[in-house]
C-alpha cells in the first residue's frame, strides 16, 4: 500500500505544487496558458507522435480496447445527458457538458504521468489510443451537440460539420497522430536530430501537465457544488471504470483481450481519471460556467483517494 501511495502521491505532490505556486503569485492565468499551450501544442503531440511511431501500426488500434472504451464513454456520455436534463431539468446545453464530465478523461495531463509511474511499459500505449479516440470521437460529439443547440438557440442556419473539421484539421494531437501513422506504416527509422527532439518535448510533458493542472484549481471553488457535480462525479470517478471492467469481462469471454495484457488494467486506470482539463474551458465558451468548474474541482480532489483504491486493488505499485 505504501508504494501504491506513493505512485498517487507523487502526481498529487506536484498538481498541489501547482496550485501553491499560482496561490502565492508565482504564476498567473497568463503564465498558465503559456505551460497549458506548450503542453498542448509541443509536449502531447511529440508523446502521441514517439507512442505511434514507434510501434507496428496494427498494434495503435487494439480492437479489445478500444471496443470497451468507445462502449463504455458512450454509454456513460447517454446517461449522464439524460440524467442532468431528465432528472436535474438543465439545459441541453448544461446536458452537454455534464456528460463531457462524465466520460471524458484527462488522460493527457493526470493518466500519463499516473501511468508512467504505475505502468511504464504500456504508458506510451495507452496515452496513444485514448488520445486518438478522445479528439476522434468524443470531443467532435461534445462539439457537434453545443454548436448544434447554440444554432437551435440562435435560429441560425450554420453548417456544423465544416466547423468541427476545421478543428480537427488543425489540432497539434491529431496532425501528431497521422505523422505517427505514417512513419510506423512506412517503417522509417528517424535520424537522432528529429527523434531527439521528440524524446525532450514528450519527456517534458508530464511535470508541466500537473502544474498547469494544479494552478487551474486555484481559482476554483467548492462552492457551487449540488446533487448535480455530485452525481457527474460519482458517474466518472467510479461508474465509468467499473462499466469498463465489465466490459473488458465480456470481450474476454469471447476470446477478445487488450494486447498486452497490462493494456487491460490501464484501461480501467485511464477511465477513472478526472474530467479532462479543456471540460471547464470548453463548456465557459457555451455559457456553462458554475457547475462544470466544480465538478473538475471535485473530481481531482476525490480522484486521489479513488485512484489511490483503484491501484491498490489491481495491484500496480510499480
Sequence with gaps: MIQVLSISGTIFAVIALGWLLVRRGVFDGTAL????????????????????????????????????????????????????RGVFGGSPMAACFGAMGASCANSGFVGYPMMGLAMPQVADHALALNMSFENLVMIPLVLALAEAEKARAAASTARIAPLIARRLATSPVILALFAGLAVAALGLNLPQIVSGPVNILANSSAAVSLLVIGGGLAGLTLRDLGPQAWTITGLKLLAMPALAYALLQACAAFGLTPEPAPLAPALLVMTALPAMTIYPVLARRYGEITTPAAVLLLQTLASFVTLTALLALLGLAG
Design 33 to 84: 496558458d503559456v505551460l497549458g499551450g506548450y503542453v498542448v501544442t509541443c509536449a502531447l503531440p511529440a508523446l502521441i507522435f514517439r507512442a505511434v511511431s514507434s510501434r507496428p501500426v496494427a498494434e495503435t488500434f487494439d480492437a479489445a480496447y478500444l471496443l470497451a472504451l468507445l462502449t463504455t464513454s458512450l454509454t456513460v456520455f447517454a446517461a449522464s445527458y439524460w440524467l442532468v
